[in-house]
Protein backbone atom coordinates (compact mmCIF):
# COMPACT_ATOMS: atom_id res chain seq x y z
CA UNK A 1 0.00 0.00 0.00
CA UNK A 2 1.36 3.25 -0.85
CA UNK A 3 -0.05 6.79 0.63
CA UNK A 4 1.64 9.99 -0.71
CA UNK A 5 0.56 12.81 1.89
CA UNK A 6 1.20 16.57 0.15
CA UNK A 7 1.74 19.27 3.06
CA UNK A 8 1.41 22.61 1.94
CA UNK A 9 3.66 24.44 4.52
CA UNK A 10 2.38 28.09 5.69
CA UNK A 11 5.21 29.93 3.83
CA UNK A 12 4.29 28.64 0.36
CA UNK A 13 0.53 29.34 0.80
CA UNK A 14 1.33 32.79 1.48
CA UNK A 15 3.63 32.87 -1.41
CA UNK A 16 0.63 31.18 -3.75
CA UNK A 17 -1.82 33.92 -2.01
CA UNK A 18 0.92 36.66 -3.56
CA UNK A 19 0.79 34.87 -6.88
CA UNK A 20 -2.62 35.37 -7.37
CA UNK A 21 -3.13 38.69 -5.87
CA UNK A 22 -0.25 39.69 -8.56
CA UNK A 23 -1.80 37.78 -11.22
CA UNK A 24 -5.57 38.96 -10.70
CA UNK A 25 -3.93 42.95 -10.44
CA UNK A 26 -2.37 42.38 -13.69
CA UNK A 27 -4.99 40.79 -15.36
CA UNK A 28 -7.46 43.65 -15.28
CA UNK A 29 -4.80 45.77 -16.84
CA UNK A 30 -5.08 44.74 -20.46
CA UNK A 31 -3.60 46.87 -22.73
CA UNK A 32 -0.36 47.94 -22.03
CA UNK A 33 2.50 49.97 -23.48
CA UNK A 34 5.20 51.46 -22.40
CA UNK A 35 6.25 55.12 -23.61
CA UNK A 36 5.09 58.05 -24.13
CA UNK A 37 2.26 59.40 -26.71
CA UNK A 38 2.59 62.80 -28.14
CA UNK A 39 0.73 65.16 -30.74
CA UNK A 40 3.24 66.69 -32.81
CA UNK A 41 2.69 69.32 -35.43
CA UNK A 42 4.89 68.60 -38.83
CA UNK A 43 5.23 69.92 -42.45
CA UNK A 44 4.45 67.92 -45.03
CA UNK A 45 6.44 67.39 -48.43
CA UNK A 46 3.71 69.22 -50.79
CA UNK A 47 4.63 72.54 -51.93
CA UNK A 48 2.63 75.22 -51.07
CA UNK A 49 0.16 73.54 -48.70
CA UNK A 50 -1.93 75.84 -47.28
CA UNK A 51 -1.80 74.24 -44.18
CA UNK A 52 1.58 74.60 -43.94
CA UNK A 53 2.09 77.70 -45.04
CA UNK A 54 -0.40 79.29 -42.46
CA UNK A 55 1.38 77.80 -39.68
CA UNK A 56 -0.69 75.10 -38.40
CA UNK A 57 1.04 72.07 -40.11
CA UNK A 58 0.05 68.73 -40.03
CA UNK A 59 -0.86 67.01 -36.35
CA UNK A 60 -0.29 63.46 -35.66
CA UNK A 61 -0.03 61.48 -32.63
CA UNK A 62 3.46 59.67 -31.82
CA UNK A 63 4.48 56.64 -29.17
CA UNK A 64 7.92 56.96 -27.93
CA UNK A 65 9.59 54.83 -25.87
CA UNK A 66 13.30 52.71 -25.67
CA UNK A 67 13.53 48.83 -26.89
CA UNK A 68 16.65 47.93 -24.94
CA UNK A 69 18.93 50.33 -25.14
CA UNK A 70 17.60 51.81 -28.47
CA UNK A 71 14.67 54.76 -28.63
CA UNK A 72 11.96 54.25 -30.74
CA UNK A 73 8.82 56.62 -32.38
CA UNK A 74 5.66 55.21 -34.19
CA UNK A 75 3.03 56.82 -35.53
CA UNK A 76 -0.59 55.72 -34.02
CA UNK A 77 -3.49 57.16 -36.23
CA UNK A 78 -6.26 59.48 -34.36
CA UNK A 79 -8.72 57.29 -33.79
CA UNK A 80 -6.28 54.34 -32.06
CA UNK A 81 -4.75 57.52 -29.76
CA UNK A 82 -7.69 57.08 -26.82
CA UNK A 83 -6.72 53.46 -26.32
CA UNK A 84 -3.40 53.69 -26.49
CA UNK A 85 -3.34 56.40 -23.73
CA UNK A 86 -5.39 53.80 -21.79
CA UNK A 87 -2.42 51.35 -22.41
CA UNK A 88 0.08 53.80 -21.36
CA UNK A 89 -1.68 54.45 -17.91
CA UNK A 90 -1.79 50.65 -17.68
CA UNK A 91 1.36 50.14 -18.05
CA UNK A 92 2.32 52.47 -15.21
CA UNK A 93 -0.15 50.93 -12.81
CA UNK A 94 2.13 47.41 -14.13
CA UNK A 95 4.84 48.97 -12.95
CA UNK A 96 3.72 50.13 -9.30
CA UNK A 97 2.26 46.42 -9.30
CA UNK A 98 5.40 45.30 -9.79
CA UNK A 99 7.04 47.19 -6.94
CA UNK A 100 4.42 46.36 -4.83
CA UNK A 101 4.49 42.40 -5.30
CA UNK A 102 8.10 42.76 -4.96
CA UNK A 103 7.93 44.81 -1.40
CA UNK A 104 5.34 41.71 -0.14
CA UNK A 105 7.74 39.14 -1.78
CA UNK A 106 11.05 40.48 0.56
CA UNK A 107 8.48 41.18 3.55
CA UNK A 108 6.93 37.38 3.25
CA UNK A 109 10.53 35.74 2.92
CA UNK A 110 12.05 37.65 6.05
CA UNK A 111 9.08 37.22 8.12
CA UNK A 112 9.37 33.34 7.13
CA UNK A 113 12.86 33.44 7.96
CA UNK A 114 12.99 34.87 11.24
CA UNK A 115 9.99 32.42 11.80
CA UNK A 116 12.39 29.27 11.25
CA UNK A 117 14.70 31.08 13.74
Do not use: T
Request: with cysteine; glycine share 6%.
Amino acid sequence: MCYIAHVHRPKQKLLDELKRWFFDGAEELWPIALGSLSLRKSPCIRKQCSACASGHGHLSYALSGYQGKRRFSIYVPDELAPEVEKAIENGRQLQELMKEAGLRYIKERKRARQEKR
